[in-house]
């Protein structure tokens, strides 16, 4: 849970997403938000290979590594702080991730109604086998 008092979409604190790849804007953990977040990475997200997939092909390479911004690439079963936006289009365009609501921002309501986010929710799963 983040010491900021950010809440999540369920109106409690905001929990940790993953640390292991270190995600969130800030890379502190968590999708925490704030001005310089202009493309909203607050949805807490354990990716699938389809969501993966969908997102390449509307260029948002998440499999590729990009060190320079401390961005290790991922895989099915990680946990990432993903952009509102595109995982809306995922979700419109049937490949949307799993979506971990206690550690999804709530402004992520902002752009995305609770009832699509739990949909798609899920507890972390402890073996991201078939993901």
Do not use: K
Request: one cysteine or more; hydrophobic letters at 35%; charged letters at 15%.
């Amino acid at each position: 849970m983040t010491e900021s008092g950010e809440l999540n979409v369920l109106g409690g604190p905001l929990g940790e997403c993953g640390t292991d790849p270190m995600t969130g804007f800030y890379r502190d953990g968590c999708c925490s938000t704030g001005p310089q977040d202009v493309g909203s990475h607050t949805i807490c997200a354990v990716v699938t290979a389809e969501f993966l997939a969908h997102q390449a092909g509307i260029g948002n390479d998440l499999s590729t590594p990009a060190p320079q911004y401390r961005f290790p690439g991922l895989v099915p079963g990680d946990r990432w702080c993903v952009t509102a936006h595109n995982w809306l289009r995922a979700h419109m365009e049937g490949a949307a991730a799993f979506v971990v609501l206690e550690s999804t921002h709530q402004r992520t309501l902002d752009i995305v109604p609770l009832e699509v986010l739990q949909q798609h929710a899920v507890d972390v799963p402890s073996h991201p086998d078939g993901l």
